[in-house]
């Protein structure tokens, strides 16, 4: 078993940053790729970026793409979201999600183990 748990969510202005952490226990981080996906009210939830065991892949939504970073730590067990020039669509809950196995990007199935979330809004 795998626990996730996201920090780093709060209420920025429209232009600013926020740096999203997600901490696992309970097993090393280095067996698993691991995503980050988001959920505004009323829509479904969306795949933002993804990033393989090693870090040595990152994928993202086309949405984000040049604004937000993907990154992990295994030794410290950790991955982070660097979220850059954020927008009013950006708010939505955040959850990063871990993957035993290849998963294709963009896909929100096939991650055995999510965090509770955590929430990201932007004001105009």
């Known amino acids: 078993q795998v626990q996730l748990v996201e920090s780093g969510g709060g209420l920025v202005q429209a232009g600013g940053s926020l740096r999203l952490s997600c901490a696992a226990s309970?097993?090393?981080?280095?067996?698993?790729?691991m995503g980050w996906f988001r959920q505004a009210p009323g829509k479904e939830r969306e795949f933002v970026a993804s990033?393989?065991?090693?870090?040595?892949?990152?994928d993202y939504a086309a949405s984000v793409k040049g604004r937000f970073t993907i990154s992990r730590d295994n030794a410290k067990n950790t991955v982070h979201l660097q979220m850059n020039s954020l927008k009013p669509e950006d708010t939505a809950v955040y959850y990063c999600?871990?993957?035993?196995?290849?998963?294709?990007?963009?896909?929100?199935?096939?991650?055995?183990?999510w965090g509770q979330g955590t929430q990201v809004t932007v004001s105009s």
């Open positions: 309970g097993r090393p981080l280095s067996s698993y790729a």
């Open positions: 999600a871990a993957a035993s196995t290849t998963v294709r990007p963009g896909m929100t199935q096939g991650y055995d183990y």
């Open positions: 990033i393989n065991w090693s870090g040595g892949r990152t």
